[in-house]
């Protein structure tokens, strides 16, 4: 089987050594998105962010060959879980009804202390 791997010139360079997205057969990887600009800049607001690191994610996504119909588990990082409902009208937008299993979780802390939100997803296509 044959693994491709996706770094996107139009994204934030990964911060370790890790892809931005991979497929192997019908399966697609999306790693952790942050709510980071491709320039470093970062806003304040945990919404701004989420919506940052979900058309990110997209990008990565569709790079290879994903589309949010797609997607079969997403899995949400935030640093203050109270920001649940502010983020959920952007998911929503986004899924629309083709739900993934998801998985949202409060963490201490980020890889920057200025961010608020990380997400990542997986995904299942036709070969």
Same mark, same amino acid.
């Given at each position: 089987?044959?693994?491709?791997?996706? *770094?996107?010139?139009?994204?934030?360079?990964?911060?370790?050594?890790?892809?931005?997205?991979?497929?192997? %057969?019908?399966?697609?990887?999306?790693? /952790?998105?942050?709510?980071?600009?491709?320039?470093?800049?970062?806003?304040?607001?945990?919404?701004?962010?989420?919506?940052?690191?979900? $058309?990110?994610?997209?990008?990565? *996504?569709?790079?290879? /060959? %994903?589309?949010?119909?797609?997607?079969?588990?997403?899995?949400?990082?935030?640093?203050?879980?109270?920001?649940?409902?502010?983020?959920?009208?952007?998911?929503?937008?986004?899924? /629309?009804?083709?739900?993934?299993?998801?998985?949202?979780?409060?963490?201490? $802390?980020?890889?920057?202390?200025?961010?608020?939100?990380?997400?990542?997803?997986? %995904?299942?296509?036709? %070969?």
């Amino acid at each position: 089987m044959d693994i491709e791997r996706f *770094l996107l010139d139009d994204q934030m360079a990964p911060v370790s050594h890790y892809c931005h997205s991979v497929r192997a %057969g019908e399966l697609i990887w999306v790693s /952790g998105i942050v709510g980071m600009r491709p320039d470093g800049s970062i806003p304040d607001d945990t919404v701004a962010q989420f919506d940052i690191a979900m $058309a990110a994610m997209d990008a990565c *996504l569709r790079a290879a /060959g %994903g589309t949010p119909e797609t997607v079969t588990k997403v899995q949400i990082f935030l640093t203050d879980i109270s920001e649940r409902a502010a983020i959920n009208p952007a998911r929503v937008r986004y899924f /629309g009804d083709h739900r993934p299993a998801s998985t949202l979780v409060e963490v201490s $802390a980020l890889v920057d202390p200025r961010m608020k939100v990380e997400i990542e997803c997986m %995904g299942v296509v036709a %070969g």
